[in-house]
């Protein structure tokens, strides 16, 4: 059926699409008049990434009275020794003739994976969360934003999580999924850490998820002279390496941010001591 009064038509699917080309793009020639198009989508299984040229192709040309067109759109494909394969410089040339849109890219290879990525998005950036941010991650201002997770092959070094709280000043759920130890932490100087670094703070963090995350990674959030978290975080971990990280729950270092704990949520096989108690005083251990 064709919509030709329509105006204004905004799309968001959080959920990856693999019709992307049989399903989104024949939506053009329903909305031949439309006006104002907004476009939230995460597509896998293209053979190549949805960019500035697709997006011309596919979209644009064939909608003679678009005037506004917001995008945030994820592909995601798999790696099988391909070569010439898009940096992100060339992904970003490809929106040079978008004169009236502020265009960010991101493109990441993940050998390990076997898969790529590729985020393309108008900015100011629209949605409430921001997915798979890696050490590439471009930078910019994201008060909007509340929900964010962290994934990469190679190592979260303490200028990124900087970045991260600098670009999310309202972030409130944080997921981070890296099992590479730290750069930097074998060339500290003290057992905790350098007192030049400025501590890393989140105001409005209320869940912090690192089950999939090295432990470098808990110390990075649990030690004090790195990280202020808030007085109301539910922190999700394995109950192993935090019981390394916190020296069997007798880390000073350690210790103020654990008590700021609202709840506990651990996973693996363990048993807890009864002075574990104390250190966690106001915490609920799930």
Not at 7 to 18: A, G, I, M, P
Not at 171 to 178: A, G, V
């Amino acid at each position: 059926e064709n919509l030709p009064n329509l105006k204004c038509f905004s799309l968001y699917c959080h959920t990856e699409t693999v019709v992307y080309d049989e399903l989104v793009v024949p939506l053009r020639h329903r909305m031949l008049n439309l006006e104002k198009l907004g476009l939230y989508i995460r597509v896998c299984g293209k053979n190549t990434f949805v960019d500035g040229n697709d997006l011309k192709k596919n979209i644009i040309n064939n909608m003679p009275r678009l005037n506004k067109f917001l995008f945030n759109i994820s592909s995601t494909n798999r790696l099988h020794n391909q070569i010439n394969l898009p940096s992100n410089k060339d992904i970003q040339y490809t929106f040079k003739d978008f004169q009236d849109n502020h265009i960010i890219s991101c493109v990441d290879y993940f050998s390990e994976a076997e898969r790529s990525q590729c985020h393309i998005y108008s900015y100011p950036y629209q949605l409430k969360y921001y997915d798979n941010i890696t050490n590439n991650f471009p930078g910019g201002l994201f008060k909007c934003v509340c929900v964010i997770s962290l994934f990469d092959e190679r190592p979260f070094e303490y200028e990124f999580f900087l970045r991260i709280a600098q670009s999310f000043p309202f972030m409130k759920k944080l997921t981070l999924i890296n099992m590479k130890s730290q750069n930097g932490k074998r060339c500290k100087k003290s057992e905790d850490d350098n007192q030049d670094l400025s501590i890393v703070e989140y105001p409005h963090l209320t869940k912090l998820d690192l089950i999939e995350a090295h432990e470098d990674y808990i110390e990075q959030f649990l030690i004090d002279t790195k990280t202020c978290l808030s007085n109301n975080v539910y922190l999700a971990v394995l109950y192993q390496p935090l019981r390394r990280v916190t020296e069997k729950f007798t880390r000073n270092a350690t210790r103020i941010n654990c008590e700021k704990l609202r709840s506990l949520g651990l996973q693996g096989k363990y048993r807890i001591p009864k002075y574990v108690k104390q250190y966690f005083p106001h915490t609920k251990i799930l």
